[in-house]
């Protein structure tokens, strides 16, 4: 379910593949050449995990990208997860920007189970399953950011 989304990325000019990991950096999902083992994610994995623990200890964009000679990555933090996209250096940057947003929307919205390219069984509380509302919804707010400043 989740490689089908993120062949969708593969419409945008120069995108050669992408990943998704999980927050400990294990791969749940990918659509990259044959030439990417698996091995390799065992290395990058870990490392891009503690680059997302940076994103959240300094409050920071959700979104970088890392540019190469020929190459560009771009990670960007979905709720614990993250969305990795490996293009050329020529990309269009607006539309990949959009093409992730509408994946990173679609990865919300799903609960992964990174041992499986498949979202995990819903557990939603009891309350729900009969209709009624819990008598408390959380109260935790998150912090809105406009062009890098906090609102």
């Known amino acids: 379910m989740l490689s089908r989304m993120l062949a969708g990325l593969r419409d945008v000019d120069e995108v050669q593949g992408s990943f998704i990991l999980a927050g400990d950096g294990s791969l749940v999902a990918r659509d990259l050449p044959a030439v990417f083992h ?9 490392r891009l ?8 200890a300094t409050n ?5 990208t890392m540019r190469f ?3 560009k990555l771009h990670v960007r933090s979905v709720g614990s997860s993250l969305l990795c996209v490996l293009s050329g250096a020529a990309v ?14 679609h990865v919300e919205s799903v609960s992964v ?11 939603l509380p009891s309350s729900a399953m009969s209709g009624t509302q819990p ?4 109260s935790s ?3 809105v950011f406009y062009r890098g400043r906090p609102l």
Do not use: C, Q, W, Y
């Open 113 to 123: 189970d990174p041992l499986l390219d498949a979202p995990a069984p819903n557990t």
């Open 135 to 138: 008598s408390e919804a959380p």
């Open 49 to 56: 995990a503690r680059l997302r623990e940076t994103f959240d």
């Open 60 to 64: 920071a964009t959700s979104t970088i």
């Open 92 to 105: 269009n940057g607006p539309a990949l920007r959009m093409a992730m947003n509408l994946v990173a929307r």
């Open 38 to 46: 698996a091995e390799l994610f065992a290395d990058v994995g870990p």
């Open 141 to 143: 707010r998150r912090e």
């Open 69 to 71: 000679t020929d190459h």
